[in-house]
Structure formats: C-alpha cells, structure tokens
C-alpha cells in the first residue's frame, strides 16, 4: 500500500536468488539496494537524473543478450537478475581498472580518503595490480570559487556536480568541457561557484575527492570523524544534517536525506555556520551572587538558593527566551513561567529579507527565519519582539523589577545596565555576556549541540537532534535545570530525560498532543493541529 | 556522365547526374524526372509512401542497415506533440565520402526525399544536419533549397495539396560523435553531443521529446525513386534480404578509388580488381575494411569469396557498415593504421561512457607503443581483453568500433604484430 492509501501495482523479481516485490517501474539498481544489496554505481545518484554512463551498475539480466545498466532498467514481472554473476564481476573489474589509469592514487593526502568510492569499489573488487603501462594524463587542480576546490584527476567524469547545478540549483555554473578522455569539470571563465547559494552540496555528492571543501581541506580524517544526526539550526527550514565531530569539535555540516524536508541536500548559508558550536569561551559553573558577591557553585548549591529566592520573590515574572533553544528547553521554561503566574515570554530573533529556494528542490528553502525553533517558540505561547536583526525589543524587560528570567539570548545590544533593577535576575546561557553582570544567577546550559531534544520547523514538522560533542564544564540542559526547579516547586521527582520534557508540550500547547518523542524517529512528525503560520517562514 | 571515374557494372540510380552541374538546378533535377515522386506520394497519402518503401525493402544506408519502411511505420498516431524528420549529413566516418557527393550534385533529389519521408511521418518539419566541415556542399544545398521554396516544393501548402512541410539546414561543428543519431539530435537542441540512453527511443521521444524519425542522406535520397517507380522496381537489384544498388565509396590503394553505384550483392573482388582498376603499381591486396572505419578488419581469404550486401560480408566476419571499403596492400604497415584508426575514435568518443572514454586512449597508448618498438607479447592479451571490455557495454556503439579493427586485426594479422614486437621488423620500412 502506497501512503495515500492507494494500492500500488507491484512486480516480483528475483536478485540474486532472492525474490523480491517491488513497485511497478520502480529500477533494478532501487530494487537491489531496497534488499541491502549495493550495486556500485557512480553516476547514479537518487536525487537527480541517471544517465547511465559511468557503467559501473550492469548488471546480468537473464534473457538479455547484453548487461543491462541497472540504474536505469525498469524491473519487470518474473525477471531474474545476477548483481554478482561473473560477467557483471568481470566487466566491473574492468571499469574500475579504466578509472585507475589515470588516477593518480594519493589517497594520503586526499580528504575522501575513507569516505570515496573509488577506494571502496577497487578494494572490494578491483584488479589487484593494474595492468597499464602508460604515463598518467594529468589535469591539476583548479579554484571553483566558493568553497569548493577541483582536483581534476580524481575525477571519475560521473557528471554528478554538472547535474546538481542544471538540475536542483538550475544555475549551470559547472560544465564538461572538451570530449573523451580529455575531458574535463570545469567553470564558465572566471564566473565561478562563488555565485551559486548551493554549490556546497556538489562536494558531498562527488563520490571521489575530486571536489573537496576549502573550509574542511586537511582538517580531518574521514576515519577520525563521529558523525550525529541533527538538525541544522541556521534557519526554519530545519534540514536534517550530521555533525562531523571529532576531538568534541564540529569539524563540518553534511546533508542527511529527509524527503519531507531538505532531500539530500542543504544551503551554503548553513553549511558554513557552525564555528560558533566550538567556541571556547563558554559559563562552566552556575555562578551566584552579583558584582564582588559572585561564587561559582555547584549546581545542588546553586539551584536551593535559587528556589530559595524564587520562593522569597514578591514581584511579577517576565521571561526572555530564544527561538534556538529547543522545544524542551521552552516548553520546561513555559510550565516553569506558569508555575510562578509569570506572564508569556518574549523572544527575538534574526530575519532576512528574503527566502533562497533550491529550484529542483523547492520546498527546500533557506527561510527567512534564521532561527530554529521560531514555530515551537510560538506554539508555546511565546511572542517575538524586536528588529529584524534580532535587536531591541527588551525596553521592559531591562528595567523590569520583579523576577527576570532569560534563557538563551546572549544579549548582545544590552549592557551591564540590563536587568539591574530586577529582583532577582536569573540568566541561563551558554557565553558570558555583559549583560549577565547584574544577574543574582548564571547558570551554564548546553547548546543543541551538546544535547539531545526538537526543534519545530516553520511547517509545524517536530524533528529529532542529537548531541554531538561533549558539554563543557558543568554545563546542563535547560529543560533539565528548570525541570529541576519546576519539580521542586511541585513537590515532586524531576525529569531526566528529554522525553518526559516533550511529554509535557502537549499539556501546553494542543498542537504538540499525539506525539510522542520516541515515535519521531530520524525523520519527524508533523503537529497535530493545521498551523496557522503568520507571515512567511 | 561519370564522376571522377565510372564503369560500366554500375547501376547508376541515385549517382546519374554525379559530375553534371546542370543536375543541381530545379530545372535539371527536373529533367530527370525530378518531384514526380514527390507528387505520386501527394497522391498515395502517407501509409501509402511507407507501403511502398516496405516493399522495395530498403535498408537504412547509414550504418546498421535498418529497413526504412519499418523504422517509419515505429512512429505514432499525430498527437501532441509534432513530429520530425531528421537527414543525418554528419558524414565522419573515415573511409565516407558518399553523402557529400550525393547533396554536392542533386541536392534536389535529397530534398525531394526529405519532402516524402516528412510526408510520410507526418512531419511539418525537416532538419538537415550537416558536417560542419560541408562548406561546399551546404552553399549547394542552400541554393537548391531557396529553388525549391520559391518553386512552391517546399513550405507552406506544397503543389497545393494544403501540406506543409519545412526543411532547415542546421551546421555541425564537426564532431564524429554528432552523427550518432541521438548525439544529432542533442547537438540540435543545443546541447553538447551526447548519444542517449535507449529506451526511449526516437520515434517515441526524440528531438525536443517528440516522436522522430533520422535517416541517412543516401536512404532518403533513394525515396523519390522508389514513388516514381514503385518499391517493386527497386528489388531487381540487389539480393532478397539486401534490395538495391549502394554507393561504395572505395578508397586506398586502388588504381581508381572513388564512388561507384553498384547492386547491393555485388562481389568484393571484382570491385577491387575490375571495377577499381585492381591494386596500384601491380602490389598485392593484404587487407580491406569494408564499412568505414568501424568494422573489423578482412585479410585476403576473407574477400575472396565475399558479396558485397548486408548478410555476404557478416558471413566473411565483417560488416557492411556504410560500405566504405578502405582497400589496403602489402606496403600497409597494419600495427600503424590500427593505431590511426583508434586515436580516430579516442579523438571522437564523447567521453560519458567510462570503458569507451578511457579505453579508447589506453588502446592507443598501447598500439603507440608497439609502434614504437616498446610493445610486449603480453600487451596483445591486454589489447584484446580491453576491446572485450568496450564491447556491449556502452551506452553507443562507437566504443565497440574502435575494439573491433583492434581484435579483429591482432586474430588475422598476429603474425605482423609479433615480428615488430619480437624483432622490431616493420611492414614499409625499408
Ligand atoms: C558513432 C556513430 C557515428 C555515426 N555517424 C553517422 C553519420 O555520420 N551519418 C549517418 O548517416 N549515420 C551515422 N551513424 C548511424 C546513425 O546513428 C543512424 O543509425 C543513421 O543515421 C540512421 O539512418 P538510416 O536508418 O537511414 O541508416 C552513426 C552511428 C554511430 C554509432
Ligand atoms: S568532479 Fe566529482 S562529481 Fe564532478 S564529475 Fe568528477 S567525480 Fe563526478
Ligand atoms: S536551508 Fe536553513 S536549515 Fe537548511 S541548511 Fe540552509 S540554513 Fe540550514
Ligand atoms: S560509447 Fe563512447 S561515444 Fe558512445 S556514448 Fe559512450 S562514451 Fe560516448
């Protein structure tokens, strides 16, 4: 059964021995690879089109009098199909030995190295010594602008970078330029990918290290590198990514394929943000007490005296909050607020003016919104204020004089002035700030990079991130440290883990019931209630 | 007339009026009976035409042979989207040389025949694709076109039977490739010439994704006298599977190389010996390529006994291809022209597919070498294993064309590879 409820017409082929249904014109290569059997290919890619050319992915189709290219085939009723035959073994053999005639086989100084294609099909089945005799063609390398970097001899001419650009960022800046073997990737003159807004997707999609990133060259092996599944916290759009960590620091941001949401692909805009995750100058310790009084603490110590102050508290509560942190993190700070008859929290956050789409892909856009967690934060109850830049907004809140609680804006705009007439000011962060000088409490939390927990796109979609490197210091997530405090005050255990606090949104907002945080998965749900989205996101 | 040279085994149908100016004006091409073809299919109507041309049994001239009537009937029901006729002019293959000299002198009877089989196709346009390097024959061909829309032949409601039919002239830049038929249809769009992956094939998605069907100059020039005479006529030449004449473009070492119209049938040796005037300067016959560059090679005992239609030269090993037989002697240094032969296609290959873009190279870099002198008996067994490796497995077949005369020439010529390899002796050399 299709997903619309439809029953899809279905064929039974056999792969390798195993009988198979699949839908009707759906390919052999598909067929194969839905059964875990990998067909190597390179110029095959599923989010563009196949031009069968790079003939690696023939395959012995019986009764046909040639091997077919399985990327393009359609499966057919009863057709029996040899991935491993020795004919298709054979002429793979043959192919991969074609593509090491002029390679120049400097895996130690390659960044694909452990990650390529090339390595991988030739140590799996190629020739164990080439056969050729004959000096090497060489091309160079070559600046395609942006952040990408040709090593043209690495290049397995699959096309798949020529391609991307005519098809999903439909600006073809890349070409095949001359013919047979003296063929070559390359720009149009000095117009490089310097202009294009997606061009960082070509390097992931090479499947060789023909195209590599400037910003990653020679950071990292790809061995070295843990890999996290994500969420790209750069705009509302939400595009699933990986964290490529190594030594607790983020190395890169990869793509990880979601059709409801980025396919395979994400913006150079957010690729290249994510130094800020490896910063250093971070708050370790709750620090308590304000001017010459402040104490670094631990958090039992700092928390009891917190409750103690709250509990003290006489005036009304006003919350800053920020559309990066997660729905846990705001759906804790929202009960909390509740809990203390504080009024709805305020956030701002950054918009651009306009929207980028990837063309072959439009629902992937970069949104205006150049935050996360804009809907969650909305959904929640809270309300944006400020500029468009993510300024001003916070004339009340800075000279507010009851109880002021702030999670996660860093405060830049704001001085030492801000929250100095509170009552008792409370600043969650993960930097020092100068506007944290007056606060009574600093307490040190996460960044998402550090914790598990949601984010909720500009469509309403709930997605899963995970944590990727390690917290500094004694550094804790929000909705841990409220919930702390929230159970105290409720006289009861607290939560430990993420999934109780997402337990808690629906509680909060309708919208959120139904979900449940283990059912997410990798690829996210949609809230249950239709949106009503103000504005563009 | 005969042009440059003529004899009188030749049946001359489509080649009359080669070397007489005057058969390239309307008025000549009239004289000789020029667009009565093209009024018999007015008449017919188009199922008409395509019944017709099956029954002379046609067979497409431009490489694999294809009956012309058939690959017409493949095209569908008038739908949405138009349909189109495409000549191929790209004429490359080394050892060609008929197509130029049929649109050089009765570029009429080429039209003529673009007029029918658009007809037939149910067409509205015709694009002529030429080989970028026709000067001549394009200025020929243009002129005869501007006759025959002044004339009323082609354009808008033609002899005012209410048809319409328009033939455009597009120039190649000069790529074998483009002559593929999907690398041309490509390369008219304006794309790089890129050979398709087939299915889908042309009739059902061609150029601009419209049902379209491509024809060889020389099958469409035939046309017009398969209406003017009827399809029956056709087949008093030639054999039952390969009706007609053909025009064999004889080159090398013949006293009088050049084309010759010839019934299809007609044997291999008596054209080399009889018709061309035999071998030049008394030497021996060592090899012939008998369809253009892409067909293996023959050695001697192989022509001996071969006719020349489709199935006589498959059956001597070979194939007709676009009957252009190159004509080898003894002085050949075959190592040398093999190794010509496959930088040709090393030079042309488009390059998408991987065995034929860098197979076509390693076999030259090969045969290089043993040209060189430096090659080694091992390199013969690599040679033939890579030629394996490029055929079937590509997305064209111009990577299987430049295994063949490899493999073909290392079975039947071993001998010569293996004393310049072993003691460097070489074939020409004094
Ligand atoms: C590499 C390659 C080059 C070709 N070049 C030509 C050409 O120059 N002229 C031509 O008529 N056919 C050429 N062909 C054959 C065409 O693909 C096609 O079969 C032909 O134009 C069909 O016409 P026909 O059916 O009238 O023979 C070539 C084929 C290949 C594979
Ligand atoms: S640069 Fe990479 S993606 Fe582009 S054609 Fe070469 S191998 Fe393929
Ligand atoms: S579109 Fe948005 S979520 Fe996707 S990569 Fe770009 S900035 Fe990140
Ligand atoms: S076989 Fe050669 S010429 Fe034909 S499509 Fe493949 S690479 Fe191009």
Known sequence: ?537 | MGYPYSHEKEVRLISRGFGDPAARTLDGWKAMGGYEGLEKALEVGPSGVIDEVKASGLRGRGGAGFPAGVKWSFMPEKGERPHYLLCNADESEPGTFKDRELIRWLPHQLIEGCLIGSYAIGAEHCYIYLRGEFFETTQVLARALEEAYAAGYVGENILGSGVTIDITLHVGAGAYICGEETGLMNSLEGRRGLPRVKPPFPAAAGFFKSPTTINNVETLSVVPHLLTNGGEWYRQWGTEKSPGTKLFCVSGHVRKPGNYELPLGFPMMELIEDVCGGIRDGNELKAVIPGGASVPIMNVSDCLECSLDYEGVAKAGSMLGCASVIVMDETTDIVKQVRRLVQFFSHESCGQCTPCREGTTWLTRILSRIEDGRGTEQDLDTLLDLGEQMTGTTICVLSDSAAAPVASSIQKFRDEYLALIRRGERVGAA
């Open chain 1, 1 to 537: 059964m299709a997903e619309n409820g439809q029953t899809q017409e279905t064929v039974t082929v056999t792969i390798d021995g195993r009988e198979v249904e699949v839908p009707k014109g759906a390919t052999i290569l598909e067929a194969a690879e839905g059964i875990g059997t990998r067909v190597p290919h390179y110029c095959y890619h599923p989010g563009l089109s196949a031009p069968a050319q790079c003939r690696l992915c023939l395959v012995e189709v019986e009764g046909a009098p040639k091997l077919q290219p399985s990327c393009v085939t359609p499966v057919r009723d009863g057709q029996v199909v040899h991935t491993e035959s020795e004919k298709a073994l054979q002429m793979r053999q043959g192919v991969l030995e074609f593509y090491l005639l002029n390679h120049p086989l400097d895996c130690p100084i390659c960044d694909q190295s452990g990650e390529c294609k090339l390595q991988d099909y030739v140590f799996a089945e190629g020739r164990k010594h080439g056969r050729s005799r004959e000096p090497k063609r060489v091309f160079g390398r070559d600046d395609f602008g942006g952040d990408v970097l040709f090593y043209g001899d690495r290049c397995v001419m699959c096309t798949r970078c020529v391609r991307f650009m005519d098809e999903m960022e439909q600006e073809p800046l890349l070409t095949v330029v001359e013919r047979g073997s003296r063929s070559v990737i390359d720009t149009f003159f000095d117009r490089g990918l310097a202009d294009a807004s997606f061009a960082g997707n070509v390097v992931d999609i090479c499947p060789v290290g023909a195209l590599v990133s400037k910003d990653f060259l020679h950071k990292a092996r790809a061995w070295d590198l843990d890999h996290t599944p994500s969420i790209c916290p750069n705009c509302s759009q939400g595009c699933n990514i990986e964290l490529h960590t190594r030594d607790d620091l983020v190395q890169r941001l990869k793509p990880r394929e979601n059709q409801d949401v980025n396919a395979h692909w994400i913006c150079d805009y957010g690729r290249h943000r994510y130094e800020w995750m490896n910063r250093g100058d971070r708050i370790e310790a709750p620090l308590v007490g304000r001017g010459g009084g402040r104490r670094a603490t631990g958090w039992q110590d700092a928390l009891e005296v917190l409750l103690a102050g709250l509990e003290g508290a006489a005036g009304p509560v006003r919350v800053v909050a920020s559309a990066s942190a997660s729905n846990e993190d705001l759906g804790t700070l929202a009960a909390l607020t509740h809990a203390l008859n504080g009024e709805g929290a305020v956030f701002r956050s950054p918009r651009a003016a306009d929207e980028v789409a990837l063309p072959g892909f439009p629902k992937l856009k970069r949104r205006r919104d150049l935050v996360p967690n804009r809907t969650g934060a909305e959904l929640l109850g809270m309300e944006r204020v400020g500029e468009d830049d993510g300024s001003g907004g916070l004339t009340e809140a800075r000279d507010h004089e009851g109880v002021l609680i702030v999670l996660g804006d860093e405060l830049p705009d704001q001085d030492g002035e801000f929250g100095a007439r509170a009552e008792l000011y409370v600043h969650l962060g993960s930097y020092p700030s100068a506007a944290a000088q007056a606060a009574d409490f600093v307490l040190p939390i996460t960044t998402f990079a550090e914790q598990e927990g949601t984010f909720t796109n500009f469509e309403g979609r709930v997605q899963r991130f995970w944590p990727g490197v390690r917290a500094p210091g004694a550094a804790r997530p929000a909705w841990l440290v409220l919930g702390a405090l929230l159970a105290r005050l409720e006289g009861r255990a607290p939560e430990t883990r993420p999934a109780e606090a997402f337990g808690r949104l629906g509680s909060l907002a309708a919208e959120f019931q139904g979900l449940a945080y283990e059912t997410l998965g990798t690829r996210g749900a949609l809230v249950n209630e239709p949106l009503r989205i103000a504005g563009d996101r």
